[in-house]
């Protein structure tokens, strides 16, 4: 029936004068047998996206005056369907096309954010490090913040020729040359139409219209992936050894598709399609969303698609634990990876005036504090968030030159430090609450600054408020220490069971995942803060997860 509509309203011409209120961007899933069929008993010389389109902006534009939808991808590799911006309207007559499947709205994924190969027990020239293991030539596409070309890990010194099959492509943007890429860097793409239908247009300021990296966390997943092995490397002298990617031999393709407010699952989409079509044979994502039915869960959907041209997918499950079934990318034939600690820590040393002592945690390399002042919630302006030392609650009086506990929360821990700096503080201790348990935090501080487990947190709260006339603190840093019992599951890492699939143990395998050591981009600051200056090669990430503050 539709097919005679079709034809009928050919006839028509489209006004698309008027703009639509309630439009949305969809990720339309076609039976690719039926739909070709379909448009092919129709209009041979159209392609059948654009049959599909005609028909439903002709239809809806015949009851009354929309805009014509607008077409954002066409998916043919790894799915079959497309992205389309779609009044209500349109979508019920999408409905009517025999070969509809399924019509998905399009939503913000978020990011999921050295030393780990003697950790997992890789030896140069021995079992998965092997030479005959290493030496075929695996594509790796990674779909993230993009990447930093020019960083020492992507460098393609004594590698052979990209191999001939890769159809993979350079893409020219800001600060961004085909020049870019090499025998290392194979690939190099962008995807930001579904972002920018979502978020707005990409602010250049903030980040480059380009597969270059302005958040790190791309750069940072590539050369944990890939990355050269790169001797001498270290954050600040914490953490030093070779850094390289866990399968160092093989190439990389970047495919951004995140951006500062997250990353638009349409274009996750077209990236995979293009990347399988290009020829990757390894697809990693360190993002993803809550779990979802696999038949409502794009990522499953196109991964099913790459996993049946022989692409293996492996993705991260998340950041959202320790709470159970939080796990996300559960479908079967993904790998869904866990992050653990590895047995190296940074130990910093806190020492209240009543002589107790704890052991916390930071990145922040530099002398020891003296024993000074103790301040918590320490403003006269009453301010109500000064306990989670925000933006402008401190009162530089009370503060200047005293050690100051902060909760989590609100702002970003980094953040925190950084607040207390610059109201003259002399240091800072990061408080867990209950539910934060016990996991410590190195974050790559400004300042004298570390995090403490809950237990700790609330003997300090306890010392401030109720026991000592004038409480006091040091804090000393104890550089990098190895030894800790591992692996053990980072609080952090999403957890089983699955709350779609509950029959499929979830996820897989698990990783080191805190404190790893990679590369990052010079420009952007280890501790991701404006005022932080300092440019580093290599930036120890727990995770990182652009959305949260805490
Ligand atoms: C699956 O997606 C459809 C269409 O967006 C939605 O109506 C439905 O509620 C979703 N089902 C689940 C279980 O998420
Ligand atoms: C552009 O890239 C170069 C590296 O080629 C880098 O040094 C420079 O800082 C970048 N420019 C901007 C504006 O970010
Ligand atoms: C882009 O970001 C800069 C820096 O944060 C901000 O000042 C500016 O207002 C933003 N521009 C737009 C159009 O949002
Ligand atoms: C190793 O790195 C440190 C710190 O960046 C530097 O001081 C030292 O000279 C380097 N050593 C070698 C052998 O490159
Ligand atoms: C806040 O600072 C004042 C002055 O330094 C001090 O007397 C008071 O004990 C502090 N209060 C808390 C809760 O730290």
Redo the contacts with the bound molecule.
Sequence with gaps: MIFRTLLFLLAYMVTNSVAVMNKQTYIIHMDKTKIKATVHSQDKTKPWFKSVIDFISEASSSSEEEEAPQLLYVYETSMFGFAAQLSNKQLEYLNQIDGFLSAIPDELLTLHTTYSPHFLGLQNGKGLWSASNLASDVIIGVLDTGIWPEHISFQDTGLSKVPSRWKGACEVGTNFSSSCCNKKLVGARVFLQGYEKSAGRINETLDYRSARDAQGHGTHTASTAAGNMV??A?FF?LA?GSASGMRYTSRIAAYKVCWRLGCANSDILAAIDQAVADGVDVLSLSLGGIAKPYYNDSIAIASFGATQKGVFVSCSAGNSGPSSSTAGNVAPWIMTVAASYTDRSFPTQVKLGNGKVFKGSSLYKGKKTSQLPLVYRNSSRAQRTAQYCTKGSLDPKLVKGKIVACERGINSRTGKGEEVKMAGGAGMILLNSENQGEELFADPHVFPATSLGSSASKTIRSYIFHSAKAPTASISFLGTTYGDTAPVMAAFSSRGPSSVGPDVIKPDVTAPGVNILAAWPPTTSPSMLKSDKRSVLFNSLRYLNVLSSC
Excluded: V
């Design positions: 001797s001498n270290s002298g030093g």
